[in-house]
């Protein structure tokens, strides 16, 4: 059986006090767990370096050669491509998706789109049937496919998806969530990169944000993103490693998703980088983005929890691979960041002004931080002037996904919670449907109890450190601490 080696399924800072520590080894630990992250930083940037020093582009990299039209055989040299849209009460962005997967530049008669509807709004439910009815009459072929039950959730709609008949004649599979446009010529750009290489079973698109602007929270969310795919996903493509699928905006190849054991619904992380680019939707409601945080830090939790084992035991996967995804991407990315954030920068590093003979270096608060978010910034240089508040915000968020970690490692009550990221439909300049207007949420209703908990606690110990402290340790704190509070009265995002 054939090995697909290049691709994996994954169903998935200021100064403290001056002064000698003299008492435990937390603090210690904790400035190794920094180390740990900033060396894996410092490598993933100098790969990232590598490859734009000698210009090693994907279609330098692998084979890719253009289609070509053949006059003797038609359109039969083109490979037959199912393009599944899953979605789920999608009011506002049902038609860009659609719209934008039959508007896909192939022949006709060699493209599937597939409309996996999960929707339970009747109303919704029949908009998305007369959309898919008018591209039909257009000559798409397209299938609008529903279930009677949400078991497995998004995974659960693609693997339902994978049993219908139409489904065998297909040799490769796009996948798109439903706040997702691909350009046009997205299939030209990218198929030919398995066509020509049989050894890999994955093209994964880069993402590009059609709602960046709208607000400095969604800024935020772009600068981690561009990280992600600029550093993680193009250093793991390139080094051959394990990257993780990003759930949408790919291509699969049907035999190396067969192979490698198809979708599975065990986790809420169906997934886990070439050149293209795919418009997406950032949320730009902070409650939103905390459920879809939720989500992203419990599912690879609990993956990691229940595939471990497997990795170790699987024959076909060479002693080193195991080791870098057992720990770089999921141990040192997945779990050990998000405890390293929250815990230090929002419990320890506070705490500590209680406790004067307790020292922590300044490398581990100032220095190894700075390079780590330096590297982090320059992925979107135009925001690197709001460098400093997306570190605060990025430790707001810590918590919920440190919260998400636990749930996922000890698989609490809701490991295996989904709630659909509200879209609203901002790539459009004027809204597809007309919204319900909702009345204006009191101020107890738009407080986030955590968050007011966590600021309330930092600003008494910015407010101690400032009365009796010798550092100027108090003005992290109190900016730390109006984050939390801003997101606590819920003063963030739209």
């Known amino acids: ?10 169903f998935e800072k200021l100064e403290a006090r001056n002064g000698v520590k003299s008492h435990g080894n937390h603090v210690v630990e904790t400035s190794e767990e920094s180390t740990s992250i900033f060396v894996e930083s410092v490598y ?24 070509q039209e053949d006059i003797e055989v038609g359109n039969q040299n083109y490979p037959m491509v199912l393009v599944q849209i899953p979605m789920y009460n999608e009011r506002e962005v049902f038609q860009l998706s659609i719209g934008a997967a039959c508007r896909l530049t192939w022949p006709l008669d060699r493209v599937i789109i597939q409309v996996l509807d999960d929707s339970t709004n009747p109303t919704i439910m029949e908009m998305v049937s007369v959309e898919c009815a008018k591209w039909a009459s257009k000559g798409i072929n397209i ?28 040799n490769y599979i796009a996948i798109f ?9 997205y299939l030209h750009r990218t198929v030919p990169f398995l066509i020509h290489n049989p050894e890999l079973a994955l093209v994964q698109a880069r993402w590009k944000f059609v709602n960046a602007n709208k607000c400095l929270m969604t800024r935020m969310q772009e600068m981690s993103l561009n990280y992600h ?7 793991g493509s390139t080094r051959h490693a ?17 192979e490698a054991g198809g979708w599975k619904d065990r986790t809420t992380v169906e997934d886990m980088d070439l050149a293209v680019r795919v418009k997406s939707e950032l949320p730009s409601q902070f409650k939103a983005f905390r459920f879809q945080q939720h989500r992203w830090s419990c599912g690879p939790a609990n993956l990691f929890r229940k595939m471990t084992m497997e990795i170790i035991h699987n024959k076909r996967v060479m002693i080193w691979k195991k080791l870098y995804v057992i720990y770089s991407f999921f141990f040192l990315r997945k779990i050990l960041v998000h405890f390293f954030t929250f815990f230090f920068y929002c419990i320890i590093l506070p705490t500590s002004v209680f406790f004067y003979e307790v020292s922590i270096p300044t490398w581990s608060t100032i220095y190894v931080p700075f390079m780590i978010t330096f590297f982090t910034a320059i992925a979107t240089p135009r925001s690197f002037y709001l460098v400093f508040f997306w570190v605060l915000f990025e430790n707001v968020m810590a918590m919920h996904r440190t919260k998400g970690t636990f749930i996922g490692l000890l698989e609490g009550g809701r490991v295996n919670e989904w709630v659909v990221t509200e879209k609203l439909g901002d790539a459009l300049q004027t809204k597809l449907l007309p919204q319900v207007k909702k009345p204006l949420n009191g101020i107890l209703q738009r407080l986030n109890l955590k968050e007011m908990m966590v600021g309330i606690y930092i600003l008494c110990c910015a407010c101690y450190d400032f009365a009796f402290g010798s550092s100027l340790l108090y003005i992290y704190l109190f900016m730390q601490a109006l984050a939390f509070i801003i997101c606590g009265v819920g003063f963030v995002g739209t």
């Open 44 to 67: 993933m940037n100098i790969v990232v370096i590598y490859v734009k020093l000698f210009k090693r582009k994907p279609e330098k990299i692998y084979k890719w050669e253009a289609m």
């Open 143 to 170: 299938k609008c496919e529903r279930r009677d039950n949400r078991n497995g959730y998004k995974a659960g709609a693609l693997k339902q998806g994978m049993r219908h008949s139409y489904v065998k004649q297909c």
């Open 1 to 10: 059986m054939k090995e697909y080696e290049d691709a994996a399924v994954t």
């Open 229 to 235: 795919f600029m550093a993680e996903q193009e250093s």
């Open 177 to 185: 969530d439903a706040d997702f446009q691909p350009e046009p010529d």
């Open 242 to 258: 394990f990257f993780g699928f990003n759930g949408t905006a790919g291509v699969w190849r049907l035999a190396g998703m067969e």
